[in-house]
């Protein structure tokens, strides 16, 4: 199957810094990706969807000033949570699809701590 | 609001014997379904899918079974091993590129 990469898997930063999580589809071209957060022994939330070359979408309660979502090329989105705080500690998760193409696939997740 | 949801949070099998896991879903829009299994601190893991023009999908050692009369979905594992505990979810969109809806999650544990 297609392979998504994110990066970093574990972070740990100090509250007030920023944070950056890449999320790269290796062998296919990703025009849609999308950004989850998942807590502890809970479902995956969607958070935005990123379409190539076009602002983020996001869903009701995510502040995109402070979940900065960038998807500047067909393989490569970014979020940025800026001025972290601790409740901001989560598992972050991106999935990614090619067009017309309804199956996601997903990357390994990145476990984001700040104290 | 979540439109998938589960009827068991936890689900504990002896190994060799089969597991099912079910979800109930909402919408009935919705036209396209996946079985993800998640291991802890790692991302979703694609295990079936099934497209709303079937009722039935078989992969090796699972099945998906699709109820759109009263919108329910199942999981079957067959004889079931240790690799297999996880936790299980299921995930519904309509056609295109929309965001998949995540059910609450089944853990399965297999008892060796």
């Known amino acids: 199957g297609a392979v998504v990469s994110q990066h970093p898997s574990r972070v740990i930063c100090k509250s007030g810094t920023s944070v950056k999580i890449e999320c790269r589809s290796l062998d296919f071209q990703a025009t849609t990706m999308f950004w989850y957060r998942q807590f502890p022994k809970k479902s995956l939330m969607l958070m935005a969807t990123?379409?190539?070359?076009?602002?983020?979408?996001?869903e009701q309660g995510v502040e995109k000033d402070k979940f900065l979502i960038n998807h500047a090329s067909l393989t490569l989105s970014t979020l940025t949570v800026t001025s972290a705080h601790p409740e901001d500690s989560s598992f972050y998760i991106c999935?990614?699809?090619?067009?017309?193409?309804?199956?996601?696939?997903f990357g390994q997740g990145t476990r984001l701590t700040v104290v | 609001g979540e439109s998938v949801g589960l009827h068991l949070p936890t689900l504990s099998v002896q190994e060799g014997d089969n597991s099912i896991i079910n979800c109930a879903y909402s919408?009935?829009?919705?036209?396209?379904f996946i079985w993800y299994k998640q291991e802890s601190g790692k991302g979703p893991q694609f295990i079936i899918d099934?497209?709303?023009?079937?009722d039935k999908r078989q992969g090796q050692r699972v099945t998906v079974l699709l109820n759109k009369t009263v919108k329910h979905l199942s999981l079957q594992i067959a004889a079931t091993q240790p690799g297999d505990s996880a936790v299980y979810f299921c995930a519904e969109n309509i056609s295109g590129n929309t965001p998949l809806v995540f059910g609450k999650g089944t853990r399965l544990s297999v008892i060796a």
């Open positions: 099934i497209r709303s023009n079937m």
């Open positions: 990123s379409n190539e070359g076009s602002k983020a979408t996001y």
């Open positions: 919408n009935s829009a919705s036209d396209y």
């Open positions: 999935s990614a699809s090619a067009r017309g193409n309804t199956e996601a696939f």
